[in-house]
């Protein structure tokens, strides 16, 4: 959206409280929703729960289509359609419920720094993973990615979505990394944030932020997906205040959700 | 250590040691660390079109893109995060992937894709520092690559055309200047007193973008009213890239100038201490017992 349409869609915004319909919408949660999109959706269900606003989630097979980024999450309130975490973060913001007003620029600053580490190198890893690797393209990103629809289109899709993100990996320089390489960078984004957290409960002390949703999507994703290699998961369970961290934050917000199942 | 390092980049201009983003980090580091580099710049080779900059040769090893070759650096005992602790490790790694994914972009519009920029600065300056007949095709390689790389990182549907991912891509780079400056703070380098591979990140990153005269750049006359910034950039170019290079001098003057700050401190302290027993003297009733009689004494005197 162009600058102007953001400031005018934050003020409409802003005239109205958080209603109770607002849904979530992301691809089907058993046969078609891919490890990233899985992350980002978490993310962002996080988010909502940690500032006490309620979300359906409800399972599209063309969740991606409707979303005005293409990006998966997005959410849909009133008459407005919100996609991707930092969007969404601005605009509950322009409702009046935001986790950060608490910090100060310095931290805010910091914050801003490692959600991009984490999209940096968490999200593009499991980009490159999913679709870069071969083995696990094609026994689980294509087949999962195509499965509500026939043939051939689901072939058609299937690879025009893996060519689209190997161009984007060769277009910041990650097309010749090998998965081991990329298993390593994971290990010392894992590490930084790990430091970062130490022995506080949330990574701003006393309070989750959108940084602790964001981490959390992506980690909690990664230890409960299965893939190809388990070498992923072993790597982050190598970091145990993450563990806990999304023990935490498992307990304190999906609660309810944990319990029915 | 033994072997001799060699580093391949673009030359400078502009009062820079080179023009290249990338390769500006590399050199800042290796002047930060203390490496001994011979500096090759490609200008007027081949290697414009071939190499891929900036490059690090020891030996038989070859390292490129900035980030192996600091570790490279860093394993060859030349280590400017020596003494960052672990958090400020962290800290350095969210940073230099806040500088890629906000800055980077809007950095190779301005220089690039930028129409203006691009006839009046860039293309003449690479264009003049390749051979006969790279010098045409050189810069219009580099500026498609930058398109391409903006498009496809920024320009997700709906933002198909390059004009509306521009708006974005500018505010994302001026709030992440901001962010930038609050972080330095009133500090001269990010951790302490001694440069680190963020301030190697950060001064290659904004360096270009401070001094190149450009055309028409909001985001540059955006990165001039943010002082510390701009203090931090001259700061370095003074102290690590000056003609004489000394490398030396400047912690022995820097201890000069506090000797004789502290110096002057005790002195005055001398001096207040001075003026306060002459008031405690003149205040105290011995004393103002003998003026009196003093006095009594000279009107006795004058009678």
Avoid at chain 1, 33 to 52: E, K, P, T
Avoid at chain 2, 63 to 76: D, G, M, N, S, T
Avoid at chain 2, 101 to 118: C, S
Avoid at chain 2, 240 to 267: C, G, H, I, R
Wanted: contains cysteine.
């Amino acid at each position: 959206m162009s600058l102007a349409a953001e400031a005018f869609v934050s003020q409409i915004a802003a005239a109205e409280p958080w209603p109770e319909n607002a849904t979530l919408y992301q691809p089907l949660k058993e046969d078609q929703i891919l490890l990233s999109d899985c992350a980002s959706s978490l993310a962002v269900q996080a988010y909502l729960r940690m500032c006490g606003l309620p979300v359906q989630v409800v399972c599209r097979a063309n969740a991606e289509y409707m979303s005005p980024s293409g990006k998966i999450p997005f959410i849909h309130v009133g008459n407005q359609v919100v996609s991707e975490l930092g969007p969404i973060v601005q605009f509950t913001k322009a409702k009046g419920h935001s986790l950060s007003d608490g910090l100060d620029d310095v931290q805010r600053a910091e914050m801003k720094a490692y959600m991009e580490l984490v999209n940096n190198m968490l999200l593009t890893a499991e980009l490159f993973i999913q679709w870069c690797d071969d083995a696990t393209a094609a026994e689980i990103s294509r087949p999962r990615y195509s499965s509500p629809y026939s043939w051939p289109l689901n072939n058609i899709l299937a690879y025009q979505k893996q060519w689209e993100v190997r161009r984007k990996m060769n277009a910041i320089g990650w097309g010749g990394k090998t998965l081991e390489q990329v298993y390593e960078d994971v290990s010392q984004c894992c590490q930084a944030l790990s430091q970062r957290l130490g022995t506080q409960p949330y990574f701003f002390s006393k309070q989750p932020t959108e940084l602790d949703a964001l981490v959390f999507g992506h980690l909690f994703t990664i230890i409960t997906t299965r893939l190809t290699s388990g070498e992923l998961a072993e790597r982050i369970k190598g970091f145990s205040n993450l563990l806990s961290f999304c023990r935490r934050i498992e307990q304190t917000y999906f609660e309810d959700k944990s319990s029915s199942t | 250590m033994a072997a001799a390092l060699e580093l391949r980049c673009w030359g400078g201009d502009w009062g820079l040691p080179s023009v290249h983003s990338e390769s500006l980090v590399v050199l800042a580091y290796s002047k930060f660390s203390g490496a001994k580099l011979t500096v090759c710049p490609i200008d007027w080779t081949w290697k414009t079109i071939t190499a891929s900059v900036p490059e690090l040769l020891c030996g038989d090893a070859v390292v490129q893109e900035p980030a192996q070759i600091l570790h490279f650096l860093r394993k060859q005992r030349f280590n400017a995060d020596y003494e960052l602790t672990a958090r400020q490790g962290a800290d350095t790694m969210a940073y230099i992937a806040l500088l890629e994914e906000k800055l980077r972009p809007a950095l190779l519009h301005t220089f690039w894709v930028d129409a203006e920029n691009y006839s009046n600065l860039t293309r003449p300056w690479f264009a003049s520092r390749s051979p006969f007949p790279l010098n045409f095709v050189v810069p219009s390689r580099q500026a498609s690559a930058a398109l391409s790389r903006i498009l496809v990182t920024k320009g997700e549907a709906p933002l198909h055309r390059i004009s509306e991912v521009e708006g974005k891509i500018y505010s994302d780079a001026k709030e992440c200047l901001n962010l930038l400056s609050y972080r330095l703070g009133k500090t001269k380098y990010f951790f302490g007193n001694s440069p680190s591979s963020l301030d190697a990140f950060v001064f290659g990153f904004l360096a270009p973008l401070f001094k190149a005269t450009l055309p028409s750049s909001t985001l540059q006359s955006h990165l001039k009213q943010l002082d510390n910034l701009t203090h931090f950039c001259d700061n370095i170019l003074a102290v690590y890239f000056s003609a004489q290079n000394p490398s030396l001098p400047p912690p022995v003057q820097e201890t000069m100038d506090a000797n004789l700050q502290k110096l002057t401190q005790l002195v005055n302290k001398e001096s207040n201490l001075i003026e306060k027993m002459d008031d405690n003297l003149r205040g105290s009733p011995q004393h103002k017992t003998h003026r009196a009689e003093s006095r009594a004494r000279v009107s006795t005197v004058t009678d």
